[in-house]
C-alpha cells in the first residue's frame, strides 16, 4: 500500500500570470511547494503534473520529478486522476492532491488528510483549522461543519455554523473551522469523483467538493492545529510571501 502525492500545475492563471514560474525567494513558487511538500515526506511518490513544458523542466532542472498531462483538463483533481491511472502508480491505493500555489501548507494538514485515507476511515479526505469567527462573512474563505464521526457535512463560502445566538460565538462546544485545501482519495473515490457532472451546488458555490458530497461520496476532515496556509493568487499574495518566506524558513 504506497501513497502517491501529486501537485498539480498549470500557467493559465489569470490574476498571477505565469504563477507556477513566479519566483518565491529566488525559486519558481512551484518548485518551492514540491520542496515543502516532498520533505514532509507523507508520500512514497511525490510528482508535480503538469501540461506545460516551462514548467516541468523548472520541476527537473531542481532533482524534482515531474508528469506530462492532458491540456484540457478544467480542473486539478481531473490532473491527478490522469497521473493516478498511469501504469507506474498502479500499486498506490492512496492519493493526495497537494495545491501547487501553497508553499506553506502545514505537514498536519496533509499527513492528516493522507492518513484518513490510508487508514480506511472515509474514501476522501481533507482537513481544516480551528479558525476566529471574523471569517464568516469572508467569501475567500472557506468554511466547513463535522458530523460526530468527523465527516464533513457541508462546505460553504457562508459563515457556518450562524451562530442565531450571539453567546454561542467563543462556545467550547462548537467551532468555526476553515478548510484547507488539501485532497486525499482511496482510488476507486478519485475515479468516481471524476466521473460525475458537476452540481448546481458546487456551480453555486464554486466548490468542487460539493460535487462529491452531493453524490453521496463521505469525505473525513482531519482538524489540524496549526495557521491555515493561503494560496498565492496576486501580486499582492506573491509579494506578502517572500517578505515572509525567511522568516517561515526559519521558524521550521
Known sequence: ?????????????????????????GVPLIVRV??????????????????????????????GECVMTSHRHTSGTERVAEVAAMPQFADCTTI????????????????????IVSSGRFPVGTA??????????NPNVVKVVL????????????????PRDPECIGSTEIQMLQHIGVYSYSRSALERWVSLKPHPLENTERL??????ADGIPIGVA?????????????????????????FIAGR
Open 96 to 115: 493526495v492532491n497537494v495545491q501547487g500555489d501553497e508553499p506553506f501548507i502545514g505537514e498536519r494538514a496533509v499527513r492528516g488528510a493522507a492518513e
Open 223 to 247: 482538524i489540524a492545529h496549526e495557521p491555515p496556509a493561503n494560496g498565492i493568487d496576486t501580486e499582492d499574495d506573491l509579494s506578502r510571501a517572500n517578505a515572509r518566506w525567511h522568516e
Open 34 to 63: 514540491w520542496e515543502r511538500v516532498s520533505e514532509m515526506k507523507v508520500g512514497d511518490v511525490c510528482v508535480v503534473a503538469t501540461d506545460e513544458p516551462s514548467v516541468a523542466k523548472a520541476v527537473t532542472d531542481a532533482g
Open 147 to 162: 458530523g460526530n464521526d468527523g465527516r464533513a457535512l457541508y462546505f460553504s463560502r457562508a459563515g457556518i455554523p450562524y
Open 1 to 25: 500500500m504506497r501513497t502517491l502525492v501529486v501537485i498539480p500545475a498549470r500557467l493559465a492563471a489569470v490574476r498571477l500570470p505565469q504563477k507556477p514560474l513566479r519566483l518565491l525567494a
Open 208 to 213: 468542487e467538493q460539493l460535487r462529491a458530497l
Open 128 to 137: 481544516a483549522s480551528p479558525a476566529s469567527w471574523d471569517i464568516a462573512s
